[in-house]
């Protein structure tokens, strides 16, 4: 079965840095792009970053640019975000999706993680 699982989520005070991870199983992922979302308390689903299926097309959302930086792996069947200076605005449930169309829209996206939990405080 297709899975994706999240990792390294956790509490930080404002400033500081995380490193997000996705395992990607079940299904070969070479071709496929992948993505981050988060969704805040009492808040949407939303677009933070995508990468193509070999690492060629990179999209940050305005919000993180600059401070996030997404990649993959050379076997393509894991996908990183590594988050610096973060805000409490980042606090959020963080969630690594696949599909073989890339868009900023979390519907258009098939497979899903559990989702990580980031907490940044002031």
């Known amino acids: 079965q297709v899975r994706l699982v999240e990792s390294g989520g956790g509490s930080v005070q404002a400033g500081g840095s995380l490193r997000l991870s996705c395992a990607a199983s079940?299904?070969?992922?070479?071709?496929?792009?992948m993505a981050w979302f988060r969704q805040a308390p009492g808040k949407e689903l939303e677009f933070v970053a995508y990468?193509?299926?070999?690492?060629?097309?990179?999209r940050y959302a305005d919000s993180v640019k600059g401070r996030f930086i997404i990649t993959r792996n050379s076997a393509q069947n894991t996908m990183y975000l590594q988050m610096n200076n973060l805000r409490p605005s980042d606090t959020a449930i963080f969630y690594c999706?696949?599909?073989?169309?890339?868009?900023?829209?979390?519907?258009?996206?098939?497979?899903w993680g559990q989702g990580t939990q980031v907490t940044v405080s002031a």
């Open positions: 999706a696949a599909g073989e169309l890339m868009t900023t829209y979390h519907a258009d996206y098939e497979y």
């Open positions: 079940g299904r070969a992922f070479g071709n496929v792009g």
């Open positions: 990468i193509s299926a070999k690492g060629g097309t990179i």
